[in-house]
T-cell receptor, first 114, second 113 residues
Framework: QQQVKQSPQSLIVQKGGISIINCAYENTAFDYFPWYQQFPGKGPALLIAIRPDVSEKKEGRFTISFNKSAKQFSLHIMDSQPGDSATYFCAANPIKAAGNKLTFGGGTRVLVKP | DTGVSQDPRHKITKRGQNVTFRCDPISEHNRLYWYRQTLGQGPEFLTYFQNEAQLEKSRLLSDRFSAERPKGSFSTLEIQRTEQGDSAMYLC???????????FGSGTQLSVL
């Protein structure tokens, strides 16, 4: 059962453009929502994360928008660069629950064309 | 390199053989996690340790899988009687307490022929 649904599966954007990746979740116990970036042959690396008490968080060119009522959150990559070409995963975790584990989305492969 | 270290990086084995992977977490990290990632999918949680205690196991972790973390330092993941469906990237991650700062290793890519 996929508790975090991610779209699109792949994305091509021109250098300087905006990449937008969306995720939706079902479990209302989730209260921590990170995004991970993964390059081929490497493990995922934490990019940015948000908690549901804020609707937006920005770190450099990366912004998370969070809609608690819709149970959706998204990642915006502004001024996309070829070095941003990677697979991006959204994830969710119920921090307050006994289990401390991340549920990941299916991933979005982003290709930034120069 | 003070990151999470995994060994080996690649493992090719024949169906029915046993394999063991090792993970060295970032020093002083008390939590250690194992995830499995198949091609084109996100990582799936398998199990985690707090110090040497294994606190949770996913239903994905069949009886053929066993993980240990003796002395609360490095961890091993053993798969007995491997099956072709076990082919995946096995990722180890560690954190110091809170889940927020979770650091992943580069994984062990297992291919079962």
């Amino acid at each position: 059962q996929q508790q975090v649904k991610q779209s699109p599966q792949s994305l091509i954007v021109q250098k300087g453009g905006i990449s937008i990746i969306n995720c939706a979740y079902e479990n209302t116990a989730f209260d921590y929502f990170p995004w991970y970036q993964q390059f081929p042959g490497k493990g995922p690396a934490l990019l940015i994360a948000i908690r549901p008490d804020v609707s937006e968080k920005k770190e450099g060119r990366f912004t998370i928008s969070f809609n608690k009522s819709a149970k959706q959150f998204s990642l915006h990559i502004m001024d996309s660069q070829p070095g941003d070409s990677a697979t991006y995963f959204c994830a969710a975790n119920p921090i307050k629950a006994a289990g401390n584990k991340l549920t990941f989305g299916g991933g979005t492969r982003v290709l930034v064309k120069p | 390199d003070t990151g999470v270290s995994q060994d080996p990086r690649h493992k090719i084995t024949k169906r029915g053989q046993n394999v063991t992977f090792r993970c060295d977490p970032i020093s002083e990290h008390n939590r250690l996690y194992w995830y499995r990632q198949t091609l084109g999918q996100g990582p799936e949680f398998l199990t985690y340790f707090q110090n040497e205690a294994q606190l949770e196991k996913s239903r994905l972790l069949s009886d053929r899988f066993s993980a240990e973390r003796p002395k609360g330092s490095f961890s091993t993941l053993e798969i007995q009687r491997t099956e072709q469906g076990d082919s995946a990237m096995y990722l180890c991650a560690s954190s110091l307490g809170a889940i927020e700062k979770l650091f992943f290793g580069s994984g062990t890519q297992l291919s079962v022929l």
